[in-house]
Every structure is written in C-alpha cells, then in structure tokens.
C-alpha cells in the first residue's frame, strides 16, 4: 500500500517528518510573543483544523498566533493563539500530525492518578516485592 502524502494548506509531505520539518521551521524561526503573520499564519490554522479538540481550541475565533517560551525550560517553545474574545490557549503540533489514541490518553491519565499510592506502596514495601 502507497503512503499517501499529507496535504495542509495547499502544501504536499510526502510523510510526517517533512511535515514536522516545516511545523518546526515555523515554530523557531519566529520571534516569542510576536504575531506570526502570512502565510504561516494561514498554514497553522489549516494545520490546527487537524487537531483533534480543533473546536475547543478555536473558539470563538483566531486573532493571531504566536510563539512562547516555556516559563522553566527556556530551550521549550510552543504555538499558542489568542482569540478573538482575548482569550489565549496553546496547542500541540504534535497532535496535528499525529493524535493520541483516545485509550493511550485514557491510561496515561490513569497512571498519573495513581502514582503517589504506587510511590507510596513502594516506599512501604522496601522496593523488595
């Protein structure tokens, strides 16, 4: 079976590395907090309808997008966009290209909500079992 090329906004990848590239390309070479304008501006918002809580995160429109730095980790950045109604939320990329598994979702967040009893369970047990 032929891979067949991943198309957003009118531009081709032939696979999800080209696309990640270019995403990528975007996301470090713009400046932290300044609008990204045209045609990266409409490419991001092709590439966001790909998302899967894509509604949730457009709202009630898109102002602009734009780049932020983690607050911790400096070398971190992340697309971000402000609404129309002044809200702002980030988005992962990530989930464009390739959405997480509802159930990988589901038990990740299941193990992160038991994690203190297993660290506690462990911490009683001696690490010995």
């Not at 990848?13 to 609008?35: C, M, N, Q, V, Y």
């Not at 709202?59 to 997008?65: K, T």
């Not at 932020?68 to 400096?74: L, N």
Request: overall charge positive; aromatic content about 12%.
């Amino acid at each position: 079976m032929k891979r067949q090329a991943i198309e957003v906004n009118g531009e081709s990848f032939a696979t999800k590395t080209a696309l990640t590239e270019r995403i990528r390309g975007i996301l470090w070479t713009h400046h932290p907090e300044r609008s990204i304008d045209s045609p990266d501006f409409e490419f991001l918002h092709a590439l966001l309808e790909r998302h899967p809580r894509a509604i949730q995160k457009i709202g009630a429109g898109i102002h602009r997008f734009f780049v932020r730095v983690h607050p911790f980790f400096k070398d971190n950045r992340g697309f971000w966009l402000r609404r129309v109604d002044g809200t702002e939320t980030d988005w992962s990329f990530i989930e464009c290209v390739t959405p997480t598994d509802p159930q990988k979702k589901f038990a990740g967040a299941a193990r992160a909500a038991i994690a203190y009893q297993v660290i506690e369970f462990k911490k009683r047990q001696g690490n010995s079992y």
